[in-house]
Nanobody
Framework: QVHLVESGGGLVQPGGSLRLSCAASGITFSNYAMRWYRQAPGKERELVAAILSAGGSTMYAHAVKGRFTISRDNAKNTVYLQMNSLKPEDTAVYYC?????????WGQGTQVTVSS
C-alpha cells in the first residue's frame, strides 16, 4: 500500500520559515519525480515546485521562486520543501505528489497558515 505523509505545516508569521517533509512508503521512491502543490480556500490547486527522480533538476512557480527550495533524499524516501520569507498569500494546504510513469499518488496535505 502506498502512503505519502506530509508534515511540517503550521502557523507562522509573515517573513518566517517552514520546512515541509513528505515521507513515501510502498513505492520505489527513486523512480518517481516529486512535486509540491498547494490549494488555498476558494482557489484551484496549483503546482509549487517539482524535482526529478535523481534530484538534479528542479522547477518553481513564479510566485515562490527565490523563496522556496525543493529537495529530496532518496535514501530516506523523503522530499522536502523549504519555505522562506513566507507571505500571507502562501497560506494553503500543501500536498506532495509522486509522478510515476504508470501511476501517480497524492499525499493527504498539510496546512500552512501565514498570519500575524
Amino acid at each position: 500500500q502506498v502512503h505519502l505523509v506530509e508534515s511540517g505545516g503550521g502557523l507562522v508569521q509573515p517573513g518566517g520559515s517552514l520546512r515541509l517533509s513528505c515521507a513515501a512508503s510502498g513505492i520505489t521512491f527513486s523512480n518517481y519525480a516529486m512535486r509540491w502543490y498547494r490549494q488555498a480556500p476558494g482557489k484551484e490547486r496549483e503546482l509549487v515546485a517539482a524535482i526529478l527522480s535523481a534530484g538534479g533538476s528542479t522547477m518553481y512557480a513564479h510566485a515562490v521562486k527565490g523563496r522556496f527550495t525543493i529537495s529530496r533524499d532518496n535514501a530516506k524516501n523523503t522530499v522536502y520543501l523549504q519555505m522562506n520569507s513566507l507571505k500571507p498569500e502562501d497560506t494553503a494546504v500543501y500536498y506532495c505528489y509522486a509522478d510515476g510513469t504508470m501511476r501517480d499518488y497524492w499525499g493527504q496535505g498539510t496546512q500552512v497558515t501565514v498570519s500575524s
